[in-house]
């Protein structure tokens, strides 16, 4: 079955959004709290250890009922049922987009073409535990045999990203293994990285899905070379592994096939952590750890599978997003975690939402007429606040806010704890209330400002409020909840992409730039510099000098 191809800007319910959006174009969030005492109780999800409360928001019930008639009619239900059974929704690559297989429970069947995939998943995984067992308890030693004390994942994107959010997110539940990610083809990130290590005691993994990546083999083939200085050839074996798909090129690099974990086409690099991309994170948290992840993250797909809409986070999520979006003409989002550990969060979720929703062809192959791809950036609070929130509250841009904050802090401090989740409370009051002229004026009074001076500086003071915000309060940053809230917004990218109708799941606009590249690798190595722009021959000509 293939996506069905609707233009979303045709549909009956576009045609009621736009003229509902006139209505609700300035209306105030906080009229619609002082008009319905039960406001919260209907824009409010509660799921496990999660309360997804979006009442903040500039919708109504009838918003939300139109978004949801949005939803039926691009025949959503479809496709989330294409998705989860394997189906081939990856249409540019014809590929099923299987990364909720990979936390599928074992006696759950998968099918590709045909084939259940969850037998060679769960063999894998045995495989990841096994391993991660043998060095964190020092059973495979290095060349001089002594007990791993570092890990390197050597990756890029997908490849990197995902491993380096989560082994970030739970440095709580870490042991005793050193982490290091080795991404950029700068050299000198890899040297920073080098400079850290003893080869005696250092695991390499190398991670690349298709091992053509330019980035991954360069830094791979430097450090082997840093490696060779201190350790005979054959030590490679017990030092490097590989996570790909690509068997034959790894091992051409000269990784034998048992120190190879398998992964599959199916599987996009941007969702891939939750497979053997993300051996270092079982290496550094433990394969118990990693599972719970990955049982977090398959629960949220079975409530993402089986909840009506209007009940489902990840869809409420998606189609708030497109609201603002695409009624609004919003243009970016932030994402703003209360917790230091989620400070990678951000970058992790711009691969997944930019990479897969920044597309301007539909699935019909025409341009489509709206906007599609959220830009998304974020920080963590509080550190955020003293940083861009001053745009948020009083720039001219409309930013739709997620805000995560967790009940519990994993030390326990209580003091801290209070005091960041204050602010995490007072943010998205004050993004919906503001301060009135009023309010301001009775302040400056409190003050004994003088007249001219407050009326000069009222309308600096006044803040407009009527900011959207959604809040996503969890119990406490676990394993678990991580597995889920990430999964979450990769069920919005999905959402997403189904009602824009767009491919999500390919990423052909990063191909030009690095066919690019290697041809203007050539002219350097050469120094002769080929037809370009004028611009581009002159830098070219400079860096040359
Ligand atoms: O940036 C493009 C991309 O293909 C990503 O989608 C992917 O995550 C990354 O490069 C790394 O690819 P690989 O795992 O094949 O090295």
Do not use: C
Request: net charge negative; proline share 2%.
């Amino acid at each position: 079955m293939t996506l069905d191809t609707t233009n979303p800007s045709g549909t009956v319910a576009w045609q009621k959004l736009r003229t509902h959006f006139e209505k609700m174009e300035n209306v105030s969030i906080k009229e619609m709290f002082s008009n319905d005492a039960s406001r919260v109780e209907k824009f409010n999800i509660e799921w496990q250890d999660f309360i997804l409360d979006y009442s903040k928001n500039k919708v109504s019930e009838e918003t939300v009922a139109l978004l949801l008639e949005l939803a039926e009619e691009v025949e959503l239900k479809g496709a989330i049922d294409a998705y989860f059974s394997g189906q081939a929704i990856n249409q540019t690559e014809d590929r099923a987009v299987l990364h909720t297989a990979l936390r599928a429970k074992e006696n759950d069947v998968v099918l590709v073409e045909g084939v259940n995939v969850v037998p060679e998943i769960y063999k894998v995984k045995k495989d990841i535990q096994s391993f991660t067992n043998e060095i964190v308890n020092g059973v495979r030693k290095g060349f001089t045999n002594k007990a791993f004390t570092d890990v390197v994942n050597i990756g890029i994107g997908g490849s990197d990203l995902g491993p380096a959010m989560v082994v970030e997110a739970l440095q709580y539940y870490k042991n005793h293994l050193n982490v290091h990610f080795v991404s950029n083809v700068d050299g000198d990130h890899v040297n920073e990285v080098i400079k850290k290590l003893n080869p005696e005691t250092t695991l390499f993994v190398i991670v690349s899905k298709t091992f053509t990546t330019q980035e991954t083999l360069s830094n791979a083939e430097t450090i082997r070379e840093w490696f060779l200085q201190s350790a005979k050839k054959e030590d490679v074996a017990k030092h490097f592994v590989a996570v790909s798909t690509n068997i034959k090129k790894v091992t051409e690099f000269g990784i034998a096939e048992v120190n190879i974990f398998p992964m599959w086409d199916w599987v996009g690099g941007r969702f891939s952590l939750w497979s053997a991309v993300g051996l270092s994170i079982s290496l550094v948290v433990g394969f118990d750890n990693f599972n719970k992840l990955l049982k977090g993250a398959n629960e949220m797909d079975v409530h993402f599978k089986e909840t009506a809409f209007n009940k489902n986070i990840p869809v409420i999520l998606a189609l708030l997003s497109i609201w603002y979006n695409n009624f609004y003409g919003a243009e970016t989002e932030a994402l703003i975690p209360y917790t230091q550990y989620l400070q990678k969060l951000a970058p992790y979720l711009q691969q997944g939402i930019m990479e897969s929703n920044g597309k301007s062809v539909g699935r019909d192959g025409n341009t489509v007429n709206y906007q599609t791809g959220t830009i998304i950036w974020g920080e963590p609070g509080t550190n955020s606040q003293h940083a861009f929130f001053q745009l948020i509250h009083q720039g001219t841009k409309l930013i739709p806010t997620d805000f995560i904050g967790f009940k519990k802090s994993l030390y326990g401090n209580k003091d801290h704890h209070d005091k960041l989740m204050s602010n995490f409370f007072a943010q998205t009051e004050a993004l919906l209330m503001g301060k009135n002229e009023s309010q301001v004026k009775s302040e400056f009074e409190k003050a004994g400002l003088t007249s001219e001076k407050a009326d000069f500086l009222l309308p600096f003071k006044v803040f407009e409020g009527n900011k959207p915000t959604n809040t996503l309060l969890i119990e406490k940053l676990t394993p678990e909840t991580l597995g889920a809230l990430v999964a979450i917004y990769e069920h919005k990218i999905f959402v997403q992409g189904v009602i824009w109708n767009i491919f999500s799941y390919d990423q052909w606009g990063v191909e030009l730039g690095k066919q690019l590249a290697n041809s203007i690798l050539t002219e350097i190595n050469s120094g002769e510099v080929k037809d370009h722009d004028s611009s581009t021959s002159f830098l070219l000509r400079e860096y040359l000098k």
